[in-house]
């Protein structure tokens, strides 16, 4: 049965050791790809009524 506790200290632990690698992977996008990206995020969040994330 997973434990909440367990998946946060994971998380966590995750992303602490993340802060110590010395080349951090990436998606390198192009600038076309990035306006293409925003554009298509923006699109989608005038057509929901979307109001942000719930944590509990």
Not at 24 to 43: C, V, Y
């Amino acid at each position: 049965m997973p434990n909440p506790l367990n998946f946060l200290v994971n998380m966590v632990a995750g992303l602490i050791r993340y802060t110590y690698f010395e080349k951090k992977p990436s998606i390198n996008f192009t600038q076309d790809e990035r306006n293409l990206l925003l554009s298509s995020m923006d699109d989608n969040a005038q057509n929901t009524d979307f109001k942000g994330i719930v944590l509990f």
